[in-house]
């Protein structure tokens, strides 16, 4: 059912949240039809702004009993559409749920409220001496709760691990409004079902998490960044596997390209990157200042061999604070090349990053499309930016076609369809390509189990069965 | 109307929908809905552009006009969106459809025509001279259908002059004779010369805040500037401009453009940052007028904030004023002009001196014009997180660069039975002056 609330529902999630927080004035809700991919757009029938654990509750029996869909958002800068409307569904937000809880020094723990954005826990507790090490590039707005839901990655991951190796607990709000508390500090180690695992990139499917308890961790002794400079991309990739192939332990190591390079150097971000460069990587060692430059000295010499042009290093924080810049706002900044963008998400073994690369490109010439690269090369995690104007249907079908291809390359040299931008609806229709049908079942299945009625932002994530005959029995495990 | 729109159907197209504007905008930070952040209102306008959305519809409209338009979202912008510009575009597309409040037309006919705006300040001046502001401000009940007036007279009593002695607790002791237009002498060698100025004297500052104007002159002569007088100049535009009034703001502009050419100026110096930003803008104002675009974008490349001229030449130091300074960044010279470092550095300049920047000095202080009594609700929320952060700095005086932040700071921590002054970073350097003997 589309269209308006029931007056009756619409009064009843006024007095929860309090009136200003329930959005229902079609124009208004025209703000939400999208979140960071821009491709699709379906307005919501509302939105509802609660703001503690219980109003989220009151406010998920209330839409339950109605039998209405809910579609959990964050900051909405999601690049797969997990946080799309569905046009039948109202969105709970949680942009005002953003308080940190506490912060626990001792234990190097923090609760925080969903909303809170990620880049301000390291703020708050930097003067602990600790942080949280998940950092997506877009961690200066996006949300825990949305990292949560996707299990955000970011470049430091290649040696800190995704969001679910520091989430240890959650409060969460189930379909029916039931509140539920999985894990917590100290129940990591008792051997009991990891339920927490698997609530952690559950994609907005499974519940709401209203609270979410997350391990810190102290801030590193040391760092040395440089930045690779390279004519390129082939030679920056065979870098890449020399430096991973030596045996060493980088932080991170980031591969931005030439349009990647044009379009941050364009920004008020520019980082100094060469405009006349093929590729650049950022490469970075961090911990215990003993052995730090050594190890900066094996990944230059490294990336010399590959045929680099340079190898700079940067000497102040300031300066490392530039080269990062230019890395993490290059999403935003490719509004100077194009008005629109779809950043595609999918991970090849790092060895096979080359041929992968060039073939791209190739797919990109095919389809006279430009793409502009800028990704975690350490772990092999590609995000390939398709260009393209939405107000150009026969270009965005194309757009379309050279994502479809590329991702079935990316799968056909043994790669995955996503790295840390979750599938949402985006590349729901590419589960096909790395699950069978028994596994596919068995996805819906689990999702079933935290959410019978298939409430919970539904069309995302696991396509629907072929056979609707082949889906649980819903009422069975309902009851 | 097509020509708005086409002006920002092309601004419009950088943006990609990343969010990362959201949490540098205070309406978002507190209400929590996108469409009171710099994405969403983005979005209204390019559905108003795309004829999905009527600019009459009471979304377009309340969104656009509860936008403070600090451009605290131009600065995290990858994509380099000129917010500033399009707000104003929306403005325009807004009153177009839908006359503003009665209060918004006032002010606007107000500060528009000095024939007006000159009795109307001198009022001003008297309810303040009298006590009458400040004795109002403590009887009017902060709830209720005056709370509004009490407001306003509470802007206005923190215009007051303040006392260097009394904020640094001394007893005034010494003779405060400053002549009111003295010449800045120099002792010993004197500066080299830097440049012809004028300067911009505003339209509430030259009403209320006619001592920031006087410091100006004074510490730019003792740093070697040449001020010269500019006659015919008028209110920058800048409130017609952000309430959508484009052709009036226009009309002020030429009247400064023409102004200042006509003194042969190296610099125009702003002590306003909303005026500095907006006569920064000029360009961007004339970008579709052949005849005056060149004009105005000549005039743009010669304007200043004071503290950048101050800054660029030192300022020379003088003497010791012995005061801790709470700093807060005004939006429209931090975000519009990109100025953060020069009114820090004026103030260090003065031996004594403290600096003491407030925590989230990067954000508005919901000051906006006449927002608090637009939107008094919000402004009251932001403006009292401003207020409690200036005073967790238990600094003795508070300082910013613009005196519409200086009137709502001050009228803030009135309302809160504090006394603290709110002071212009040049009216601490000039004190430093005068005691040095610059002056004498």
């Known amino acids: 059912m589309t269209g308006p609330l029931p007056p009756r529902l619409e009064r009843e999630l006024r007095s929860v949240v309090g009136a200003d927080h329930v959005i229902t004035d079609p124009d208004r809700l025209m703000v939400y039809e999208s979140d960071g991919l821009t491709a699709y757009r379906v307005a919501p029938r509302a939105v509802v702004l609660p703001a503690s654990t219980e109003e989220v509750s009151e406010v998920v029996r209330l839409l339950h009993g109605a039998d209405i869909e809910i579609v959990p958002r964050g900051a909405g800068t999601g690049l797969s559409g997990g946080a799309l409307p569905t046009p039948d569904g109202v969105i709970v937000g949680t942009a005002r749920m953003n308080k940190i809880l506490s912060i626990d020094a001792a234990d190097r723990l923090a609760l925080v409220q969903p909303g809170v954005v990620n880049a301000r826990l390291t703020e708050a507790t930097r003067p602990h001496g600790l942080y949280y090490a998940p950092d997506p590039s877009s961690q200066s707005t996006c949300t825990l709760g949305g990292n949560v839901a996707e299990n955000s990655g970011g470049p430091h991951c290649l040696k800190y691990g995704v969001t679910s190796r520091y989430v240890t607990g959650l409060t969460v709000v189930m379909a029916g409004g039931e509140v539920v508390r999985l894990g917590g500090a100290g129940h990591e180690a008792s051997g009991e079902l990891d339920l927490v695992g698997l609530f952690v990139g559950s994609e907005g499917c499974f519940g709401i998490a209203t609270e979410i308890e997350v391990r810190l961790l102290p801030l590193t002794e040391g760092v040395r960044t440089l930045l690779g400079i390279f004519d390129t991309m082939e030679a920056a990739g065979h870098a890449v596997t020399s430096i991973i192939g030596s045996g060493l332990m980088p932080a991170a190591v980031e591969i931005i390209d030439k349009a990647t390079i044009e379009a941050v150097e364009a920004s008020i971000f520019a980082a100094g990157y060469p405009t006349d460069a093929g590729a650049a990587l950022v490469i970075e060692f961090d911990g215990t200042e003993a052995g730090l430059d050594a190890d900066a000295d094996r990944a230059e010499r490294c990336c010399l061999r590959e045929g680099a042009r340079e190898v700079r290093r940067a000497s102040s924080e300031t300066e490392r604070a530039a080269l990062w810049k230019g890395r993490k706002k290059a999403f935003g900044a490719m509004g100077r090349i194009a008005p629109d963008l779809l950043v595609q998400d999918a991970t090849v073994p790092r060895t096979r990053l080359p041929e992968v690369l060039a073939e791209i490109s190739r797919i990109g010439e095919r389809y006279g499309l430009k793409i502009a690269n800028v990704f975690h090369a350490g772990d092999g995690n590609l995000h390939p930016n398709l260009l393209f104007d939405r107000t150009d249907a026969e270009e965005l079908a194309r757009v379309e076609k050279a994502s479809h291809e590329i991702m079935s390359l990316c799968v056909a040299v043994g790669g995955t369809i996503t790295g840390e931008h979750g599938v949402g609806v985006d590349k729901r229709g590419y589960m096909g390509l790395v699950h069978d049908e028994v596994e596919l079942d068995m996805l819906r299945r689990v999702r079933r189990v935290f959410d019978p009625g298939g409430l919970f932002n539904p069309g995302k994530v696991v396509p629907d069965a072929v056979d609707a005959g082949a889906l649980p029995e819903v009422s069975e495990v309902a009851s | ?440």
């Open chain 2, 1 to 440: 109307m097509a020509q708005a729109y086409e002006a920002q159907r092309e601004r419009l197209l950088p943006c990609v929908h990343c969010g990362f504007c959201l949490p540098a905008c205070p309406t978002y930070n507190r209400l929590g809905d996108e469409a009171d952040s710099p994405r969403g209102r983005l979005h209204l306008m390019g559905a108003v552009v795309e004829g999905r959305l009527d600019p009459a519809s009471d979304a377009f409209q309340t969104h656009i006009d509860r936008c403070l338009g600090c451009r605290a979202c131009e600065p995290v912008c990858p994509s380099g969106v000129e917010y500033g510009a399009l707000l104003e575009l929306a403005r325009a597309t807004a009153t177009e459809a839908r006359p503003p409040g009665v209060l918004t037309r006032g002010l606007l006919a107000l500060m528009g025509r000095p024939l007006l705006r000159k009795p109307f300040l001198l009022s001003g001046r008297i309810l303040r001279a009298t006590g009458l502001a400040a004795l109002a401000t403590r009887v009017i009940p902060s709830r209720g259908p005056l709370a509004s007036v009490r407001l306003a007279l509470a802007m206005l009593d923190a215009t007051r002059p303040w006392s260097p002695e009394a904020a640094e607790g001394r007893r005034t002791s010494e003779s405060r004779a400053v002549p009111r237009r003295d010449r800045a002498l120099s002792p010993g060698d004197a500066p080299p010369n830097r440049g012809r100025v004028g300067v911009m004297l505003g339209c509430v500052q030259a009403g209320l805040y006619s001592r920031v104007n006087e410091a100006t002159v004074r510490t730019l002569e003792a740093n070697g500037y040449e001020v010269v007088t500019v006659a015919g100049q008028d209110c920058c535009g800048a409130l017609h401009a952000h309430a959508g009034r484009l052709d009036g703001a226009r009309a002020l502009a030429e009247n400064n453009i023409v102004a200042f050419e006509r003194a042969g100026v190296d610099f125009i110096a702003a002590n306003a940052a909303g005026c500095g930003a907006a006569m920064k803008d000029y360009d961007v104002l004339f970008e579709a007028d052949a005849a005056m675009s060149a004009r105005a974008a000549a005039s743009s490349e010669r304007v200043r904030d004071v503290t950048e001229l101050l800054a660029s030449a030192g300022p020379r130091p003088g003497a010791e004023v012995r005061l801790s300074v709470a700093y807060d960044h005004p939006c429209h010279l931090l975000h519009a002009q990109g100025v953060s470092g020069p009114p820090i550095s004026v103030l260090e300049a003065v031996p004594g001196v403290e600096v003491r920047v407030i925590v989230d000095a990067d954000e508005c202080c919901g000051g906006a014009g006449i927002y608090g009594l637009t939107h008094p609700d919000l402004g009251a929320r932001i403006g009292g997180d401003k207020v409690a952060a200036v005073r967790a700095a238990s600094a003795q005086v508070a300082c910013t660069a613009n005196p519409g932040c200086m009137m709502q700071i001050g009228a803030g921590l009135r309302l809160e039975g504090s006394s603290q002054a709110v002071v212009h970073p040049v009216e601490v350097l000039d004190e430093s002056y005068r005691r040095a003997g610059f002056y004498h």
